[in-house]
């Protein structure tokens, strides 16, 4: 399976976008997907995750009730719809697979599978 994430660019401060993940060379159906961002400088970190089945979204508290999960496993996507942007929400995002059972994973090392990322540019 490989994992095709799109969708950034720039955006003004309390702006939206929407990111996509797409998954070709398999079904991500029996994946936890998940998003993770990298700002210049510093480490990969979590920011959104979603059971095979779409039930249990996970979000890092810095994005809560400002981001949300989910996917379609019949188009083989998972979505991350960015509201209310902020400045510290620059970043590379990265899509990430892991073929589980459970609902959710935030460690990097937990994840085999990764997109190339998409560069979100919040203006303030």
């Known amino acids: 399976v490989q994992l095709q994430a799109s969708g950034g660019g720039l955006v003004q401060a309390g702006g939206s976008l929407r990111l996509s993940c797409a998954a070709s060379?398999?079904?991500?159906?029996?994946?936890?997907m998940a998003w993770f961002h990298q700002a210049p400088g510093k480490k990969r970190e979590f920011v959104a995750a979603i059971s095979g089945s779409g039930r249990n979204p996970y979000y890092a508290d810095s994005v809560k009730g400002r981001f949300t999960i989910s996917r379609d496993n019949a188009k083989n996507t998972v979505d991350l719809q960015l509201n209310s942007l902020k400045s510290e929400d620059t970043a590379v995002y990265y899509c990430?697979?892991?073929?589980?059972?459970?609902?959710?994973?935030?460690?990097?090392?937990?994840?085999?599978?990764w997109g190339q990322g998409t560069l979100v540019t919040v203006s303030s």
């Open positions: 990430a697979a892991e073929y589980s059972a459970r609902a959710w994973y935030t460690s990097v090392s937990q994840y085999d599978l």
């Open positions: 060379g398999g079904t991500v159906s029996g994946y936890v």
